[in-house]
């Protein structure tokens, strides 16, 4: 099975994105790697605590989408080029540095994670 090096895969964290927003807070993700799709969306976790995947979404094209929602018949897809937001539902984050962690299953590649580090904007 080919392997994604998380080094990689942190290139789709948009940079400074990080923000609390309307009761919890979001990031933005744009796909520079490729097309391409998971039917499995890990919990975040979000310095070393794990988020419940019904409390966390991505907005695409006006559609959200809760993590547990996802799987083989309801893929989370990400063109190329494309943006997404993630949002989480609940606290916002206090000011400061962050650490959050992704995994997701893309169908030949297995289980992939990244994990970004950024400082919380305000809305």
Do not use: C, Q
Request: proline share 5%; charged share 25%; glycine share 12%.
């Amino acid at each position: 099975m080919i392997s994604v090096p998380a080094f990689l895969l942190r290139r789709l964290y948009v940079k400074g994105s990080l923000r609390n927003a309307g009761g919890g807070f979001e990031f933005e993700m744009k796909n520079g790697l490729g097309s391409g799709y998971a039917h499995k969306l890990w919990p975040l976790n979000v310095d070393g605590e794990e988020l419940p995947a019904d409390a966390t979404f991505f907005l695409l094209e006006g559609r959200e989408t809760a993590f547990a929602d996802v799987s083989k018949e309801n893929t989370f897809t990400l063109a190329m080029n494309k943006s997404i937001t993630i949002r989480a539902a609940g606290d916002g984050l206090a000011p400061g540095p962050h650490r959050l962690e992704m995994s997701f299953d893309v169908p030949g590649l297995g289980t992939l994670r990244f994990d970004f580090t950024d400082t919380v904007t305000d809305e």
